[in-house]
């Protein structure tokens, strides 16, 4: 009401899993209210991307995913600080996004300020402007050497890899970012550069081994691995950029499941749709049941192609699409297999207890799932099921009533939302 400019971290503090997550809206229905009742004022938002090549609280930031409470600071911190000054953390990078009103929000879904003074259209328009917000963050990404290095290690099905063969996922997954148009930073698009480019990325991969977070094998030839303990921490880097590969990584999940006939954009479009509704609020994606959403989701489709066919990796043949070549596709759609793992056992979980099953807190159901498909190999990202990641697939379930649906709805019986949610996961998942 008097104008003075306000910063405000949307997720209620930062992120301690390395992505945006849902956004925290009480302070921008405190704004909407002042809004209401400010006729001659406007509210404007000015998203800001703010990243990190490497983070200082990195530690805290992995032990709070585990589920430990968050340490109170104290004066103990303040002396331990000047620590922080014989380290180097990398590169700070910060990105202003595009500017918007709120007034034209508001115009845009046809809301008057006047009825801004209804609590469920408040709240409703404040998780519209969160929504474009953190949209706007993601697209300002600086994608890291860090975060694209992460991505490569976890993507690893056996336990080693050698250096060649390492360096060599890492330049596709920076060519597959560079091809749908992605900000790298400085480093990171010196490694596309020859002979000059290869030694670079070698460094990077230098500064993890002396790190702690990958070790040399010895054997035939140099070989690494990922460090006991550093799978959480390496997660958390490559959460930094796993927004640019999920629109791809969906499609390719729908394409991998077709028959060797390929795929209609229809059917694509449906996969995509129900995924759409399960990670809404995990990768921040269009919920499907509006119409305007529905021209969203199939914008988020032809998005994934774009990079797929520029890259060879997928190739259309009339009006059909097909993989083309699998080791890559592969690749770009285990990106997202850890998320696949968790909501599957969550799904799991809430079947259940729904049916009569089992009883008692879901989030130990869902980690009893998970630890028994570990052990079973079925599944292989064992990061997948930290606290939050629990917490948000539960959560995901709640929001579409699969933890206690109505009486006259079946959930998981055959065609049912959470029978079709399952076998989408566990197609995924192989």
């Known amino acids: 009401q008097e104008g003075y400019a306000i910063e405000v971290f949307i997720e209620g503090g930062r992120s301690r899993t390395g992505k945006l997550l849902r ?35 990195e530690r805290s930031y992995v032990s709070e995913s585990e589920g430990q409470k968050k ?103 920076v060519e597959f970012l560079a091809a749908q148009g992605a900000e790298l930073d400085p480093m990171v698009a010196s490694w596309s550069e020859g002979d000059d480019g290869r030694g670079a990325v070698d460094r990077t991969i230098a500064a993890f081994v002396r790190g702690g977070r990958m070790r040399v094998v010895t054997g035939d030839g140099e070989s690494f691995e990922i460090s006991e303990g550093q799978r959480l921490p390496l997660d958390y880097y490559k959460n930094n950029i796993i ?54 989701v199939l914008a988020m489709v032809r998005e994934g192609f774009g990079p797929l066919v520029a890259r060879g990796i997928v190739a259309e043949r009339g009006g059909r699409y097909e993989v083309a070549d699998a080791a890559r596709a592969a690749a770009i759609a285990d990106v ?30 869902v980690r009893l799932h998970f630890e028994k498909a570990v052990a079973e190999k079925r599944y292989v990202k064992p990061e997948g099921q930290s606290r939050i990641n629990v917490q948000s697939a539960l959560q995901s379930c709640k929001d579409l009533k ?21 076998k989408l996961l566990e197609s995924a998942l192989g």
């Open 23 to 57: 956004p925290k809206l009480g302070m921008l229905e405190m704004a909407l209210k002042a809004l209401a009742v400010t006729p001659r004022r406007d509210l404007g938002i000015l998203p800001t991307f703010i990243g990190y090549e490497r983070v200082i609280e």
């Open 71 to 173: 340490k109170a600071e104290g004066v103990s911190n303040l002396l331990s600080a000047p620590k922080v000054l014989f380290h180097r953390y990398g590169r700070l990078n910060v990105r202003v996004g595009e500017f918007f009103a709120v007034q034209a929000v508001l115009d845009e879904r046809g809301v008057t300020r006047e009825q801004l003074r209804d609590g469920q259209v408040r709240r409703e328009m404040a998780q519209e402007i969160g929504l474009r917000t953190l949209r706007e963050i993601n697209r300002n990404t600086v994608v890291t050497p860090s975060a694209v290095l992460a991505t490569a290690l976890l993507g690893l099905r056996g336990r080693r890899i050698a250096k060649n063969a390492l360096v060599d996922r890492v330049l596709e997954l």
């Open 243 to 296: 927004h640019l590969f999920a629109p791809s990584s969906i499609v390719l999940l729908s394409l991998l499941r077709a028959s060797a006939a390929g795929a209609t954009e229809e059917s694509i479009l449906e996969d995509v749709t129900l995924a759409c509704r399960l990670y809404r609020w995990e990768f921040l994606w269009p919920e499907p049941s509006e119409e305007r959403a529905a021209a969203e």
């Open 336 to 365: 997202l297999r850890n998320y696949h793992e968790v909501y599957l056992s969550a799904l799991h979980a809430q079947r259940q207890r729904v049916l009569g099953e089992a009883a008692g807190d879901p989030a130990r159901l």
């Open 402 to 422: 699969l933890n206690r649906p109505p009486a006259d709805e079946r959930p998981y019986d055959e065609g049912g939302l959470g029978d079709r949610l399952i």
